[in-house]
């Protein structure tokens, strides 16, 4: 038989703090990436990685606080703790390649096109990564257009993330983007929870094993949460990425004036003059 699914069982709770956790995420993958930009280039790399990592987080921790949300009337939940932790991975490796892909290519339409197409599948892979992590006495199926819809919203907030991530640069467009981010990812995650479908099993038969939702997804969302937390005091605490600073160069007679002149990415870089004939 059918059986009845329920996304909200805690009213607006789940799905308001899953909301701030997306946000909370993009806004400080933002900050990163357009710290990046600023600094030396020796610090690139290691900026881009903690932006990646806490958009990916900031999506994983959104999909799975929503998920505590999700109940089926017939049959209890559990998740299986190997395939709920892979989608974690996923979810930080896929953002990670297309931050790499924009922040060192620039933000062309052809490397927005393929990097942003890469990281929203990769986006909604991990979504139904996470659903297939559920163990329950039944079947759970999805319907087709519901689950085509969530990817293409995926692949257009994550295009629209990564063209922000490398264009915007002050705090309060960042704080607005984010936003922007947050709502895009929330759409996908209920777009794809409308398109699930679950056949119940007999219920005097068959077993199913796993964790429950309050004992498996709340201390595994510590970790990421904490590390969203940690981000956040090392953009409160970086002057060049809060207030826009660039640190003073030496004299233009000293070796390390060179070294200390902040490094733009190649797209920012003028010109050079014509030569005279």
Do not use: Q
């Not at 209920?190 to 077993?207: L, Q, W």
């Amino acid at each position: 038989m059918d059986g009845t699914v329920e996304g909200f069982r805690y009213g607006a709770v789940t799905p308001v703090a899953a909301y701030l956790m997306a946000c909370l995420g993009g806004a400080l993958g933002l900050r990163c990436i357009v710290r990046s930009l600023l600094g030396a280039r020796s610090w690139k790399a290691g900026w881009l990685a903690l932006g990646s990592a806490a958009i990916g987080c900031g999506i994983w921790t959104m999909h799975f606080i929503a998920m505590i949300g999700f109940h089926v009337e017939e049959t209890r939940v559990r998740y299986d703790t190997a395939t709920t932790v892979l989608s974690l991975v996923v979810a930080v490796v896929v953002v990670g390649a297309g931050v790499f892909t924009v922040g060192h290519r620039g933000p062309g339409a052809r490397t927005l096109a393929v990097a942003g197409s890469v990281t929203g599948l990769g986006i909604a892979g991990m979504h139904y990564l996470g659903m297939a992590a559920m163990r329950l006495n039944g079947d759970v199926r999805y319907d087709p257009w519901g689950v085509t819809l969530s990817v293409l919203i995926a692949i257009a907030a994550a295009t629209a993330a990564l063209w922000s991530a490398v264009t915007v640069r002050g705090m309060g467009t960042s704080l607005g983007a984010s936003l922007v981010m947050g709502i895009a990812v929330s759409g996908m995650h209920y777009t794809g929870m409308a398109a699930v479908r679950v056949h119940v099993h007999d219920t005097t038969g068959g077993t199913w094993a796993g964790e429950s939702p309050m004992s498996l997804l709340l201390p595994m969302l510590l970790g990421p949460v904490v590390f969203l937390l940690l981000a956040a005091a090392v953009v409160m605490f970086d002057p060049l990425l809060v207030l826009g600073e660039r640190p003073a160069a030496p004299g233009p007679g000293t070796p390390a004036a060179a070294s200390a002149a902040p490094s733009r990415p190649s797209w920012h870089r003028p010109a050079p003059p014509p030569r005279g004939r």
